[in-house]
């Protein structure tokens, strides 16, 4: 019963970490940019959802698309304008650049949100579902759906859109796609804002389980970082896998060792799997 | 003649010479706080109730040295929540700004990180979010604490719970792998077993976990009566949250140090209610203070006017560390670091934050801090006798 109940809050949870990393895994396999501020526009998502819900009313998962379409347009203008220019440059150009990024706007949200802790209350909680005494709560479950559902979303668009074919070649060959008249930069925008979509998403459903505040973008990007390795970069499969994986090791190692070395056996057995199989579990290139 | 050119001069000299010479009368004191990073928010509590003191002392003329009259100017340093920059800090604020006396940093373990620093140089320091014994217990001579030890956390709790709540048997404890919360989860553990209770899980997790689960699920196993749990407000709100998630209700559930801020409160809504806890100040105290803030009541008044807010412990004892400064300054005399030492450590007086004397560690001795208890949404003391505004309830779901 302890196990199953165990094996219940992990996959829940690897179903968070999944919807914390896919956007990160996108815009690392698709524009080799590893994107530092993933974590704070997870944050901001998340802000818009509190916003929306304590201003007007509206749940935060009924806000997904406010907090996608935000971060959206953030995310695009940071591309365009000020990312590609050096996408050119080697990777670490780009990084340096995200995290200088990073730094402007976790202040900016130091200054505007304070660092106070909040969260989205439910007037109505949705409760939690009991499966013969193993347990779940239901706005994981819920947001956890949602996720996976966007995720799917996200999936489509890659495989059968204009644009998400164009994204793909983008990603096989820069310079062939630039030849057959795809508009790299543009791609890169939309990739980017694409990528964003999904953090906002992320945070939006994250604002009714975790603590909101600017303090907490370093961990949800630790963790985007560490389910990518996991599960391999590059595909949505991957994150998904990953995050589910991390979720479940961290659970099980909580329970087998106590829960200060959760994250000392998931991270050693990240380092393991770094040595027997660098790609990650399901590493693969691109978004075939 | 001559007389009357002395006088003609004197007078004209008056109303600019002691004025010019006031200006130029200033008391320094350095602070280097967490105003950003993770402990941010504790940091500009810490600040807020530097400021109201700095103010209100300011405002009545400045702190009184023998005749003269010096302004009280603060010294604010960002150590980022990275405690071995508050150390260099706290020396930079030493030798490069001149400050005449030091506010610790942020929580007991930066506290004694940096108290080595001013024993070094001699420069008296407050520390005004410091309880863990083992920040005084190293024999320096030049740091004060205004809160008392753990243990008078702990046992006041343990002793009502006993009386109050016979039910309770079992005790699971959940602590956050940090000095202050795993050194006030350890008095816990002795605490309660000191009373007959089982202690039947007692368990740590690392800074920065995001989520509880396992560890909640195995205290629910254990089907303990009383839960215990350690950490600062963003652990504490997750914490609490989690417990809704896997529906876990027990007679008594305790958290320190969280509910005592009304961020805690919104954040958790209804699951606050009935979550009890203890700190070193409440804002129902009432004492009549010989320092600048004068009674409980106008000090509130004087931090609500302010910040529009009722003020927490950890504000109060900060607006506390400075006007425990100046009391001890006034009656030194003098500015003279050593001087201002002795009248700390023989220090014996009311203020708004309770009565105040030092032991021989410099950590303070004369508080009792209250317990207390989220009811209605609202934190009420439920101890001591002298200021209870009601009785503890019982059942957290």
Same mark, same amino acid.
């Given at each position: 019963?302890?196990?199953?109940?165990?094996?219940?809050?992990?996959?829940?949870?690897?179903?968070?970490?999944?919807?914390?990393?896919?956007?990160?895994?996108?815009?690392?396999?698709?524009?080799?940019?590893?994107?530092?501020?993933?974590?704070?526009?997870?944050?901001?998502?998340?802000?818009?959802?509190?916003?929306?819900?304590?201003?007007?009313?509206?749940?935060?998962?009924?806000?997904?698309?406010?907090?996608?379409?935000?971060?959206?347009?953030?995310?695009?203008?940071?591309?365009?304008?000020?990312?590609?220019?050096?996408?050119?440059?080697?990777?670490?150009?780009?990084?340096?650049?995200?995290?200088?990024?990073?730094?402007?706007?976790?202040?900016?949200?130091?200054?505007?949100?304070?660092?106070?802790?909040?969260?989205?209350?439910?007037?109505?909680?949705?409760?939690?579902?009991?499966?013969?005494?193993?347990?779940?709560?239901?706005?994981?479950?819920?947001?956890?759906?949602?996720?996976?559902?966007?995720?799917?979303?996200?999936?489509?668009?890659?495989?059968?859109?204009?644009?998400?074919?164009?994204?793909?070649?983008?990603?096989?060959?820069?310079?062939?796609?630039?030849?057959?008249?795809?508009?790299?930069?543009?791609?890169?925008?939309?990739?980017?804002?694409?990528?964003?979509?999904?953090?906002?998403?992320?945070?939006?459903?994250?604002?009714?389980?975790?603590?909101?505040?600017?303090?907490?973008?370093?961990?949800?990007?630790?963790?985007?970082?560490?389910?990518?390795?996991?599960?391999?970069?590059?595909?949505?499969?991957?994150?998904?896998?990953?995050?589910?994986?991390?979720?479940?090791?961290?659970?099980?190692?909580?329970?087998?060792?106590?829960?200060?070395?959760?994250?000392?056996?998931?991270?050693?057995?990240?380092?393991?799997?770094?040595?027997?199989?660098?790609?990650?579990?399901?590493?693969?290139?691109?978004?075939? | 003649?001559?007389?009357?050119?002395?006088?003609?001069?004197?007078?004209?000299?008056?109303?600019?010479?002691?004025?010019?010479?006031?200006?130029?009368?200033?008391?320094?004191?350095?602070?280097?706080?967490?105003?950003?990073?993770?402990?941010?928010?504790?940091?500009?509590?810490?600040?807020?109730?530097?400021?109201?003191?700095?103010?209100?002392?300011?405002?009545?003329?400045?702190?009184?040295?023998?005749?003269?009259?010096?302004?009280?100017?603060?010294?604010?340093?960002?150590?980022?929540?990275?405690?071995?920059?508050?150390?260099?800090?706290?020396?930079?604020?030493?030798?490069?700004?001149?400050?005449?006396?030091?506010?610790?940093?942020?929580?007991?373990?930066?506290?004694?990180?940096?108290?080595?620093?001013?024993?070094?140089?001699?420069?008296?320091?407050?520390?005004?979010?410091?309880?863990?014994?083992?920040?005084?217990?190293?024999?320096?001579?030049?740091?004060?604490?205004?809160?008392?030890?753990?243990?008078?956390?702990?046992?006041?709790?343990?002793?009502?719970?006993?009386?109050?709540?016979?039910?309770?048997?079992?005790?699971?404890?959940?602590?956050?792998?940090?000095?202050?919360?795993?050194?006030?989860?350890?008095?816990?553990?002795?605490?309660?077993?000191?009373?007959?209770?089982?202690?039947?899980?007692?368990?740590?997790?690392?800074?920065?976990?995001?989520?509880?689960?396992?560890?909640?699920?195995?205290?629910?196993?254990?089907? !303990?009566?009383?839960?215990?749990? @350690? %950490?600062? /407000?963003?652990? *504490?709100?997750?914490?609490?949250? $989690?417990?809704? &998630?896997?529906?876990?209700?027990?007679?008594?559930?305790?958290?320190?140090?969280?509910?005592?801020?009304?961020?805690?409160?919104?954040?958790?809504?209804?699951?606050?209610?009935?979550?009890?806890?203890?700190?070193?100040?409440?804002?129902?105290?009432?004492?009549?203070?010989?320092?600048?803030?004068?009674?409980?009541?106008?000090?509130?008044?004087?931090?609500?006017?302010?910040?529009?807010?009722?003020?927490?412990?950890?504000?109060?004892?900060?607006?506390?560390?400075?006007?425990?400064?100046?009391?001890?300054?006034?009656?030194?005399?003098?500015?003279?670091?050593?001087?201002?030492?002795?009248?700390?450590?023989?220090?014996?007086?009311?203020?708004?934050?309770? !009565?105040?004397?030092?032991?021989? @560690? %410099?950590? /303070?001795?004369? *508080?009792?801090?209250?317990?207390? $208890?989220?009811? &209605?949404?609202?934190?009420?003391?439920?101890?001591?006798?002298?200021?209870?505004?009601?009785?503890?309830?019982?059942?957290?779901?």
């Amino acid at each position: 019963m302890l196990v199953l109940q165990v094996l219940a809050n992990g996959l829940v949870l690897g179903g968070l970490y999944a919807c914390i990393a896919v956007g990160f895994s996108l815009v690392w396999g698709v524009l080799n940019v590893i994107n530092i501020l993933h974590g704070s526009f997870i944050v901001l998502g998340s802000y818009v959802a509190y916003y929306a819900y304590t201003a007007w009313g509206i749940h935060p998962f009924v806000a997904v698309p406010l907090a996608g379409a935000v971060l959206f347009l953030l995310a695009y203008a940071l591309q365009a304008g000020v990312i590609n220019p050096v996408m050119a440059s080697p990777v670490l150009t780009t990084l340096i650049l995200t995290f200088g990024l990073d730094l402007l706007l976790n202040n900016a949200m130091l200054v505007l949100f304070k660092a106070d802790y909040r969260k989205v209350n439910l007037a109505n909680p949705l409760g939690v579902l009991d499966l013969g005494g193993i347990v779940m709560p239901l706005d994981r479950v819920a947001a956890m759906a949602l996720a996976l559902l966007l995720t799917g979303a996200l999936y489509g668009v890659l495989s059968a859109s204009r644009v998400g074919r164009a994204i793909v070649a983008v990603r096989m060959d820069r310079e062939a796609a630039a030849l057959m008249g795809v508009n790299v930069g543009r791609i890169y925008a939309v990739t980017f804002g694409l990528g964003a979509v999904m953090a906002g998403a992320a945070g939006s459903l994250l604002s009714v389980i975790f603590p909101i505040s600017p303090l907490n973008g370093p961990l949800y990007l630790g963790k985007a970082f560490v389910i990518c390795v996991l599960g391999g970069l590059g595909s949505v499969g991957g994150a998904l896998v990953g995050g589910l994986a991390l979720g479940v090791i961290e659970s099980f190692s909580a329970l087998a060792f106590g829960p200060e070395h959760a994250l000392t056996v998931a991270f050693a057995l990240l380092i393991v799997l770094l040595v027997v199989r660098p790609t990650g579990l399901l590493g693969r290139r691109g978004y075939e | 003649m001559k007389t009357l050119l002395a006088v003609l001069a004197a007078l004209l000299a008056f109303p600019f010479g002691p004025a010019a010479d006031a200006a130029d009368k200033v008391v320094r004191v350095g602070a280097p706080l967490p105003l950003t990073g993770p402990l941010s928010p504790e940091g500009l509590k810490q600040k807020r109730g530097y400021d109201l003191w700095a103010d209100a002392a300011n405002a009545a003329g400045g702190i009184r040295v023998g005749a003269d009259r010096y302004k009280v100017e603060l010294v604010y340093n960002d150590y980022q929540s990275n405690t071995p920059r508050a150390v260099q800090l706290a020396e930079k604020l030493i030798t490069d700004d001149k400050v005449n006396f030091l506010f610790s940093p942020f929580g007991s373990g930066a506290t004694k990180a940096a108290s080595g620093v001013s024993e070094k140089y001699g420069i008296p320091t407050i520390a005004a979010t410091a309880s863990s014994e083992e920040v005084y217990n190293q024999g320096y001579k030049f740091l004060f604490g205004t809160f008392t030890p753990n243990p008078t956390l702990t046992e006041p709790l343990s002793s009502i719970v006993k009386a109050k709540v016979p039910a309770v048997k079992k005790v699971a404890i959940l602590a956050r792998n940090d000095l202050f919360p795993l050194a006030i989860a350890q008095e816990m553990d002795k605490s309660a077993k000191k009373r007959g209770f089982e202690v039947v899980f007692f368990e740590k997790y690392a800074i920065g976990t995001m989520d509880h689960a396992s560890a909640l699920t195995q205290i629910k196993a254990a089907q !303990p009566q009383w839960i215990f749990a @350690t %950490g600062y /407000i963003n652990d *504490l709100v997750l914490i609490r949250k $989690q417990m809704g &998630d896997l529906g876990i209700a027990v007679p008594v559930v305790t958290m320190i140090a969280g509910p005592a801020y009304k961020e805690f409160v919104e954040a958790t809504g209804k699951l606050a209610e009935n979550v009890s806890s203890a700190a070193w100040w409440h804002p129902a105290v009432r004492y009549r203070g010989q320092d600048v803030f004068g009674t409980t009541e106008s000090y509130n008044r004087a931090f609500e006017a302010r910040h529009k807010a009722v003020p927490d412990y950890a504000e109060a004892s900060a607006s506390a560390a400075g006007a425990i400064l100046q009391v001890a300054i006034e009656r030194a005399g003098s500015v003279d670091p050593k001087k201002v030492r002795d009248a700390l450590a023989g220090l014996d007086a009311m203020t708004f934050f309770g !009565p105040v004397k030092f032991g021989p @560690t %410099g950590q /303070i001795v004369s *508080l009792q801090p209250p317990v207390f $208890q989220i009811q &209605d949404g609202r934190p009420v003391v439920i101890y001591p006798e002298a200021i209870k505004q009601a009785e503890l309830r019982i059942g957290v779901k």
